[in-house]
């Protein structure tokens, strides 16, 4: 996704359960060079403030401990919970998948919410104890959902690409269902065609082909382009291209954000030289 650049969608019907659901999609992080985007939304949704779901990373370009580390805060009537994970994600030459399950029905609070990368549960920093049966207001009729963008807040644009976005509403699952291990490699890969999936009232898929934002699930939970251009990258969870390192530039070239690595610029003037390795 460009810089400015964000999806938008308003449900018309209230969600199948709110106390259980699984977001599932893939991402390749881009550099920025915005100061104010601190917390860079994957995606946020909900009617104000006092009740919304945001899921962020915190800016992978800073030097601090807390970069590259993923949180989701949760707001119940004005009662917030947030989830930041022990790990930080930095890597920008490679693609991550990531998976929420939110169940509020389990018996354990430190079960009712969790996150895997690559298939790898995520520990939290802290377990906030969230209240048995809690129910979630985002996915509700007339709530806003942004994906790449921040609901409630400045806009936190999210930079980098996206890819295979599934809301799966009224069950809580597990990557398994999204993707597989290489049994040669031992690489965690991604199933372009997962079987069997109830999807719910509000559940979607998009961005599975292309860069369409038409629900290509039963529920033609189509989504709109909030702002920006959305951008048809050939690099993919199954098909990775060698991009531009953000991190290996030489004098003045400039890793392009808006083409998510696959060009490079050159800000000098003359003859000055400069370059960027690849991934």
């Not at 559940?203 to 033609?220: H, R």
């Not at 189509?222 to 990258?233: H, Q, V």
Request: a negative charge; glycine letters at 10%.
């Amino acid at each position: 996704m460009a810089a400015n650049t964000f999806l938008n969608k308003t449900f018309s019907s209230n969600p199948t359960n709110g106390k259980k659901w699984t977001i599932s999609f893939w991402f390749h992080l881009a550099p920025t060079s915005d100061s104010s985007n601190s917390y860079p939304r994957f995606w946020s949704a909900g009617p104000d403030t006092n009740n919304r779901a945001d899921l962020n990373i915190n800016d992978p370009s800073a030097d601090g401990t807390t970069a590259g580390q993923i949180n989701f805060t949760l707001a119940i009537s004005g009662t917030g919970y947030t989830w930041s994970t022990n790990r930080s994600f930095v890597d920008m030459a490679t693609w991550y998948h990531l998976v929420l399950a939110f169940d509020s029905t389990e018996g354990s609070a430190a079960d009712r919410v969790k996150l895997w990368i690559n298939n790898e549960a995520q520990t939290f920093q802290a377990s906030p104890n969230l209240p048995a049966d809690s129910v979630t207001e985002f996915a509700k009729n007339g709530a806003n959902n942004d994906i790449g963008k921040s609901s409630h807040y400045s806009p936190r644009f999210f930079h980098g690409t996206m890819s295979h976005f599934y809301f799966i509403d009224g069950t809580a699952l597990t990557p398994s269902t999204f993707g597989s291990t290489d049994a040669t490699t031992g690489e965690w890969k991604i199933n372009v065609a997962p079987s069997g999936l109830t999807y719910g009232n509000n559940g979607f898929l998009i961005m599975k082909d292309a860069n369409t934002i038409t629900d290509q699930s039963p529920n033609s939970n189509d989504w709109s382009l909030g702002g920006g251009t959305l951008t048809n990258m050939q690099d993919n969870p199954s098909n990775a291209f060698c991009t531009m390192h953000p991190m290996n530039g030489v004098g003045t070239a400039t890793y392009q954000v808006d083409n998510c690595g696959t060009t490079v610029g050159d800000t000098g003037s003359g003859d000055d030289d400069c370059g960027m390795t690849g991934t």
